[in-house]
C-alpha cells in the first residue's frame, strides 16, 4: 500500500521561503510522475507542479512558476517542492500525489503566508 506522508509546512512571511518533503512508502518514486497540489477552503485542489520524469518538462502554474521548484531524491525516495518569494495566495494545504494515477492522499500540510 502506498503511502505518502508531507510536511515542511508552516507559517511564513510574505517573500520567505519554505521546502516541503514529501515522503513516499510502498512505491519507488522515481517511478512516479509525482505532482504537488494545493487546496484552499472553498476550492478544488488544485495542480501546482510536478517533478521531472524522464524527458517529459515538468509543469508548473502560471501563478508559480520562477518561485516554485518540484525535485525528487530518488535514494530518499523523497519528492521536494522548494517555495520561495511566498505570497498570501500561496496560503493552502499542500499534497503530493501521483498526478497520472492518485494514490490514496495523504494528510497534506499547511502553509500559511502572512501579508
Known amino acids: 500500500q502506498v503511502q505518502l506522508v508531507e510536511s515542511g509546512g508552516g507559517l511564513v512571511q510574505a517573500g520567505g521561503s519554505l521546502r516541503l518533503s514529501c515522503i513516499v512508502s510502498?512505491?519507488?518514486?522515481?517511478?512516479?510522475?509525482m505532482g504537488w497540489y494545493r487546496q484552499v477552503p472553498g476550492k478544488q485542489r488544485e495542480l501546482v507542479a510536478t517533478v521531472s520524469i524522464g524527458q517529459n518538462v515538468p509543469y508548473y502554474a502560471e501563478d508559480v512558476k520562477g518561485r516554485f521548484t518540484a525535485s525528487r531524491d530518488n535514494p530518499k525516495n523523497t519528492a521536494y517542492l522548494d517555495m520561495r518569494n511566498l505570497k498570501p495566495e500561496d496560503t493552502g494545504v499542500y499534497y503530493c500525489?501521483?498526478?497520472?494515477?492518485?494514490?490514496?492522499w495523504g494528510q497534506g500540510t499547511q502553509v500559511t503566508v502572512s501579508s
Open positions: 500525489n501521483n498526478f497520472e494515477r492518485q494514490y490514496t
Open positions: 510502498g512505491t519507488i518514486v522515481s517511478l512516479n510522475p
